[in-house]
């Protein structure tokens, strides 16, 4: 933008100066906030891949700049990354021994879906009638795993706590009012303590 007067030129400047130190700033935050996220879903995906001794199967929607190619033998893809936040996403497919299937790209030629598995008996293809309207980055899909499992596979629950959601003020406040000493002063031993305490 040209201005007649110098001094609004300058203004103008300094403002868009400012805007692009903002908006460099934004880019840095988002990127850190992005990586930061892909850090934790991909360790839920681990936490989830310990408590399963199978089979394992991932499937996500992931924006990244992974290349995926295709050897003419294989039904699965092998990744190149050009960045960071995308070795991180490959050395968990490494470390896990995990192949993805989706070579359907979206109408900007790019895969964005992953289906991740330990196992090459999986078929990932395109639904000719879909049931929905269609997103045309996410083309919709179909998989289909062949299983060779016999007999009861056993539910292996497991039982996690919320710390995150815990009122960790009312938990400092029951614990600053009660009366400790008092609560204390008939036991024989810790154990008796951790008895009263818990």
Not at 72 to 88: A, F, K, R, T
Request: proline letters at 4%.
């Amino acid at each position: 933008m040209s201005v007649d007067n110098p001094r609004q030129q300058q203004i103008i400047n300094g403002q868009q100066e400012e805007m692009d130190i903002l908006l460099s700033k934004m880019e840095k935050n988002m990127s850190k906030i992005l990586e930061n996220k892909t850090r934790e879903m991909f360790q839920e995906m681990n936490q989830i891949k310990d408590s399963v001794n199978f089979i394992s199967n991932q499937y996500g929607d992931l924006k990244n700049d992974l290349t995926w190619s295709k050897l003419p033998e294989l039904n699965y893809l092998y990744p190149s990354c050009c960045c960071s936040l995308d070795s991180i996403i490959i050395d968990f497919i490494e470390e896990h021994e995990l192949k993805q299937f989706i070579s359907i790209l979206n109408t900007n030629e790019r895969v964005l879906d992953l289906v991740l598995s330990n196992t090459t008996q999986i078929n990932v293809n395109n639904v000719a009638n879909p049931i929905s309207l269609v997103d045309d980055h996410h083309p919709p899909l179909s998989i289909s795993l062949k299983s060779d499992v016999v007999g009861n596979i056993k539910d292996r629950h497991v039982e996690k706590y919320n710390f995150y959601k815990a009122n960790y003020d009312a938990i400092f406040k029951d614990l600053e009012n009660t009366p400790w000493v008092d609560l204390f002063a008939c036991c024989d031993n810790e154990n008796d303590m951790l008895d009263i305490f818990f």
